[in-house]
């Protein structure tokens, strides 16, 4: 038996340490000109990188069709960009996969109910821009009911079950650090084997986004043996993104998404906009509405999109009210009251800045 | 070989005899005997109690499009029953040309008992499986309208094939891989057939194809960097040590981790290609550093006198290597090959650890299914079932072939 | 040959075309390295993540379920990698160990006298090679071991508990006072856990490599000519006698090697200790790529890792070999 030439591999390995020694830490952002806008142009199809398997966000039904929060907003984005919301490929990303997609251009952008964070945001860490937030959440956590636990304390010395390589697990090794509670911290790859490991019995309580909890437990054989703690570990602003260093990209996914939310501040819903647009281009008078239905002004051709994106976006997906209901709301399974994403007038989160 | 009591050459004695003496041929062996006996029927027992009583199987029936092609669109999926009836017809033509020429078997037989048995079982997979399996009737006369027309062409072949023209014959080995580049137009698209894209491929056609497309590419990168090892050239044999060492050094889950994170930066813009061929050519640089390894080892076995004695006739060097050398290492370095294959199709279950919907990914997806949860037991069952028949199939197939090559057989 | 040079053109002569053939090919290597390495410096210098080994420093901020040295989530992202080398190292040698054991039984057993024995170990190898070890992994946590019951319907013998939680056994804790597992608030203790992942990976990597161990031992024996059998048989040894004292000594130089390669596969096969949930240096990797998205930080310490550990397994391997080997006299 000879000594294994593998050693050689070695060399080039040094090299590589002894290189990243001298370097500095996070070089600026190069100035690179947009052309993610001009790519799914010229594809004729938007790359979306969603979650695919939690309903009521982005959840693939038995027909083959996405539907959810998170698909809609995909959706949007299409109509938008390319004048149709079935232009979009979905592509399926697990937590720890969706960065690494979306900073090499595999995908347009993320709607992928990921957290905006700082070091999310920042240039120096993980350097995605995000849009306008579209659900505010707060992590949360789901026991058995039969488990008799009622507050995070009775968790002392217990497992939980934690998605690897989300906010989720960092909040929890806060909190659980904060009231000095021993636990084991038992993490899997995807929501999947999380959930299974929790419905094997393998750990005493689930953590994650409150809605992912409700999504989810809506999905359990038996809902009612389950019950999410009256606990709150943290913020959770679930946010769609897109690579940094294309502004004008950025640009036009934030402003989609405004327009959705300034759809229902102004009462423009999927069933009356084209009468809206019909009564805009009436009434000369109704200059807001007429800037915002793109029928004045040239807000479209400064975003690079077409004049008449906020229509087409709100034909294709309706408002954000109507996208809230559809998907999340007191009609779906999940449930949820709109609570903090109501609109800024009703006491809520959800505002758009003006277009003007 | 085998030492000890049990000498193969006397097969003279009686059955029962024979049986007594090799389980209770002393006190301790009968013991042992029967402690494994009361074991093995024990589990053979409860085994066979689960799988009849406690399973339901519905998980696997109610998801046999899922399993078998994952989320190919339904519309097209006549496309894959077209490419599957082209690979029976011209399995059953092979395979019956295999048996037509004396050479192929050597007792000259045209239906020799293995054939026989392949074809019985095959039949009854036929009848039995899409029944099993709950499929609709028109689906369970298709399986048996397929495996018919494979015996058919086989029994044609097998009758007549010896009276066609040579140049037919000949044909049979440009088919196969034309066959297969005309499969992949069928899958993906192309040729004014609509496109389906990697992302909806799944289940067992993914994996299947993933380790067809990691299989043949990687044999023609395995024997180029081991002819690149054994080179006098230090360039090429420095380059080559470093590829095979730096694969085989690493995990193939962090190969393909660089494929989904990294590679995607190393390439310019656009160029990298979807994730699904990302995962494909990861496997097929991973499997090529191993099959080099093989080959090498293949070639190494061959005395160099062959080399020296193809030269001094005047053939050039690649035409020595072609025509001599790497017909006989590649003989030799086939049992190997064979079990790298083997070993590259149970590694495609790793695709299901980056998200991709391979026979393991998608069997993980059907188990997060709220109908369908807890059904751990069954699906991973069924699959290692699978797994279990297609490698043994591989071995079965390498030890044929290993056979048919084996200029030492001689003739009965 | 000089009596043709001149009429061999130049791009035949056998001085030359070695340097052409390496130039067009370092050429073309050379290239293709330049383009990738290039795009990479291009693009990651665009994202921000160049090369850089600060961010090892800073607070890892995520916790981890079992550790053998000290960790919390206040600690670098370093000590965090720690404790996942730490505990895949912990893995490979238990399953080094476990699978030697297994495989040279088997190896044995498919040379018994009892054909019973003798088929079993046969069906065994051949059952397991034939099923991918991420299945069987899959299989041994979550059919298996999840279906351990919990509490105090646990599996329970003197000083030894068995749950869905893990495997609790008997141990000298603080000092010298022997304490076995108890019940406390609902959940076992015992100064001595494998949890239910740990014995999960331990249990699917030591029952694969297990086969592939017992065909490297039964090629070994196999390799002993017949006649050493028959030396010792007609010595009056018995079978396990002649197997230990004269069959086996010889084998391990055959087998010694055989297995230096299962177990550098073994070693990277502990890589899928991710799937069951057990925190090895693959899975910490993977959540450090998650919280700093330095994925190629991450792969080249993975790399350098497991090349390292490969490393160390053949160099160990080397040194038994040569004491295995026969001394020629």
Known sequence: MRPSPRWLVALPLLLAFALGGCADDGGSGGGVQSVKLSTIRGRDKLVCGVDGKLPGFSFLGPDGTYSGLDADTCRAVAAAVLGDPAKVEYRDLNSSERFAALASGEVDMLARNTTLTLSRDSAGGNGISFGPTTFYDGQGVMVPVASGVQSLKDLDGKPICVESGTTTELNLADRMREQSIDYTPLKFQTGDQTYAAYLGGRCVAVTSDRSQLAAKRSSFPKPDEHTLLPVVMSKEPLTPASINGDPAWADALRWTVYALFQAEELGITQANVAAKVAEAEANTNQADLRRFLGVEGDFGKQLGLPADFVPKTIAAVGNYGEMFERNVGTGSPLKLERAENRLWTEGGLIYSPPFR | ?412 | MSRSLERIPWWRDRRVLPWIVQGVVGLTLLLVIALLLGNLVRNLTAAGLLLSWRWLGQPASFDVAESLVPFDASMPYWRALLVGLVNSLRAILVGLVGATLLGTAMGMASFSGNGLLRRLARGYVEVIRNIPLLLQLLFWYFVVFLALPNGTAAFQLPGIVLSKSGLYLAWFSQGFSWQGPELVNEVWRAPLRLSVEFSALLTGLITYTGAFVAEVVRGGIASVPKGQWEAATSLGLHWSASMRSVVLPQALRVIVPGLNSQYISLAKNSSLAVAVGYVDLYSVSETTLNQTGRALEVFLLLLGSYLIIDLLISAVMNGVNQLVQIRER
């Open chain 2, 1 to 412: 070989m085998r030492p000890a009591r049990a000498a193969p050459g006397s097969i003279q004695r009686s059955w029962a005899h024979a049986l007594r003496q090799e389980l209770f041929g002393s006190p301790a062996d009968s013991l042992i005997s029967v402690l494994l006996i009361s074991t093995i029927i024990a589990a053979a027992f409860s085994l066979v109690r689960w799988a009849l009583g406690q399973a339901q199987w519905a998980v696997i029936q109610a998801n046999t499009t899922l399993f078998a092609v994952g989320r190919y669109p339904v519309q097209q999926q006549w496309r894959l029953w077209l490419l599957l009836v082209l690979v029976a017809a011209l399995s059953g033509l092979s395979w019956g040309l295999l048996r037509a020429y004396p050479r192929a078997d050597r007792s000259g037989q045209l239906w020799p008992f293995n054939d026989r048995l392949a074809v019985g079982l095959l039949g009854f997979l036929a009848a039995w499986l899409p029944a099993a399996l709950a499929l609709g009737f028109p689906l369970q006369w298709r399986w048996c309208g397929i495996t018919a027309l494979l015996v058919a062409m086989r029994w044609l072949a097998g009758h007549w094939g010896r009276s066609w023209p040579p140049g037919l014959v000949k044909l049979i080995p440009v088919i196969w891989p034309l066959l297969y580049l005309f499969g992949m137009v069928l899958i993906a698209g192309g040729l004014g057939l609509p496109r389906v894209s990697p992302s909806e491929w799944g289940g067992l056609l993914l994996t299947l194809l993933m380790a067809s497309f990691a299989i043949l590419l990687s044999f023609p990168i395995g024997v180029v960097v081991a002819l690149g090892r054994r080179s006098q050239l230090p360039l090429l044999r420095w380059s080559s040590v470093l590829y095979i060492e730096f694969i085989r050094g690493a995990p193939l889950i962090t190969l393909l981790f660089l494929g989904q994170n990294i590679l995607g930066y190393m390439l310019p813009g656009g160029w990298a290609p979807d994730r699904v061929w990302r995962a494909a050519w990861v496997l097929t640089f991973f499997c090529g550093a191993y099959l080099a390894e093989a080959v090498r080892a293949g070639l190494s076995a061959v005395p160099p006198g062959q080399l020296e004695a193809a030269r001094s006739l005047g053939l050039t060097m690649p035409q020595a290597l072609q025509r001599v050398v790497l017909p006989q290492a590649l003989r030799i370095a086939l049992p190997a090959a064979v079990g790298q294959f083997i070993s590259l199709l149970q590694d495609t279950t790793l695709l299901s650890l980056i998200g991709l919907l391979d026979l393991l990914g998608t069997a993980r997806t059907v188990m997060a299914n709220p109908e369908f949860l807890g059904k751990n037991a069954e699906v991973y069952l069924t699959l290692a079932v699978l797994f279990w028949c297609c490698c043994a199939a591989l071995g079965l197939g390498s030890r044929a072939l290993e056979r048919r090559l084996d200029p030492t057989h001689s003739p009965a």
